[in-house]
């Protein structure tokens, strides 16, 4: 017979500092803030930015001179080193249970249900140990008999602990709700699931904790808050509603895009072409890397939302057949772009996405035709992709089509005037023993 569910939490505490500051640890004791593509909002602060009163997602021009007088260090979002370095903590946690879900870059869900773990708060203690000393990247660990219990009990750590890590153990409200009382300490709003869209609604009724919220009738909850708010509370309460997606809780993901904003107006239709087709390269090699294909690729272009007439124009195409050819997925990508495109207007975003995705395994040749011609046309292709997605790995990019350029200052790119070295995926990027910051 199967024992009562437990999971834990594994957050990474102010993520993307913390991996800024892996390879700075001047900058350990120092305000610290990531902003996003063209440097435009905060999307990562160290505690001594919160404390500041700098909110999450806050445009970076309406508090720079707050960040230079107090001595903010700022960096542009290095993608590439943070995601590096969330699948080496990805790798770490796997030594501490079979079944791990990666739900997010920062945090990953593990079940602990058939494993025999004498001391939970020990063992979650002993695991924010254990990540530190092998990423350098402090983490919450919360242990739960739900995954939102596990999820709360983080974020209790958070609130204790700060950017220090460490475990808290909140299995033993199972069965004992509302014995406990730790959830008093939890506001409603940080409850997973409720979050900000029915937070303001919970305060009208006067329920300000989560502690609040897992007393609720069921009735009323489902009323209120409907089918996955009900789940909410009773995993509030112990009940486990929710299993462990193997993997990657981004697997079954149902499209894939790749958008940016650009670092100035682009009003040239080769420039956006040159955009479009890099944002295509992106999609495809994401497709191959799941063995999926896809039916349908759309294409979307937006001017700039603070300067009037504020226009957005998308569009899609459908394939003949499923692909993740990037030539082919480029072809139309251009098209779609053409016929859309209006030389009256400066383009300040721009996107791709793909749409009807199946595995790469279900593909099916045509029934009229040569079947035998086709499916060797198709093999070729793939180990086309498969050299190109090999060299590029190696190279960086080396190998692309034509029409992306080569100008690394095009109009459409991002600024990054403050972004950190590659010190995980660049030879040329290793950090140096004796230099600065070292």
């Not at 990423?135 to 602990?161: C, D, F, H, M, N």
């Not at 082919?328 to 009807?356: H, I, P």
Request: charged share 20%; aromatic share 8%; proline share 3%.
């Amino acid at each position: 017979m199967r024992q009562r569910s437990i999971f834990a939490l594994v957050d990474c505490n102010n993520f993307f500092v913390s991996c800024e500051r892996v390879f700075r640890p001047d900058l350990l004791a120092r305000p610290v803030a990531v902003l996003s593509n063209n440097d435009g909002c905060v999307v990562a602060r160290s505690n001594e930015v919160k404390a500041l009163g700098v909110p999450m997602g806050a445009p970076y021009f309406k508090h720079k001179s707050v960040f230079e007088r107090h001595g903010v260090k700022t960096f542009s979002a290095n993608f590439r080193l943070y995601g590096d370095m969330s699948q080496r903590v990805a790798q770490t946690l796997g030594q501490f249970s079979p079944q791990t879900e990666m739900y997010s870059i920062d945090e990953s869900f593990l079940d602990l249900s058939d494993l025999e773990i004498e001391d939970l708060q020990a063992w979650s203690n002993g695991v924010a140990k254990v990540v530190k000393r092998h990423t350098g990247i402090p983490v919450s660990v919360g242990v739960g008999a739900s995954k939102t219990l596990a999820k709360a009990a983080t974020e209790l750590v958070k609130q204790e602990r700060k950017d220090s890590g460490g475990g808290l153990s909140l299995v033993s409200l199972q069965n004992e709700y509302p014995a406990s009382g730790k959830l008093k300490n939890l506001p409603v709003g940080d409850v997973w699931g409720i979050g900000r869209r029915f937070e303001a609604k919970m305060l009208g009724y006067g329920i300000r904790t989560a502690y609040d919220l897992a007393a609720l009738n069921d009735r009323w909850v489902r009323q209120q808050l409907g089918v996955v708010g009900l789940r909410a509370v009773k995993e509030l309460r112990g009940e486990s509603c929710f299993g462990i997606h193997q993997g990657s809780s981004l697997d079954g993901q149902k499209s894939i895009s790749a958008t940016r904003s650009f670092g100035k107006g682009v009003g040239s239709l080769h420039q956006l072409e040159s955009a479009v087709a890099s944002f295509v390269a992106r999609v495809a090699v994401k497709l191959r890397s799941k063995d999926q294909l896809a039916w349908q690729m759309g294409v979307f272009i937006q001017t700039n939302r603070h300067r009037p007439p504020y226009q957005t124009f998308t569009g899609q195409a459908c394939l003949t057949g499923p692909s993740s050819n990037t030539t082919e997925l480029t072809r139309q990508a251009l098209t779609v772009l053409r016929r859309m495109y209006d030389s009256d207007f400066s383009y300040k975003r721009a996107g791709v996405f793909v749409n009807s995705l199946v595995s790469a395994d279900s593909q099916q040749l045509p029934l009229v035709g040569d079947a035998s011609n086709m499916l060797d046309r198709l093999n070729s292709q793939d180990r086309l992709m498969a050299a190109v997605d090999s060299l590029n790995s190696r190279y960086r990019g080396a190998i692309g089509l034509a029409v992306r350029g080569v100008d690394s200052r095009a109009d459409w790119q991002s600024r990054r005037r403050n972004v950190s070295p590659a010190y995980t995926t660049s030879w040329n990027e290793l950090p140096r023993v004796g230099a600065k910051g070292f």
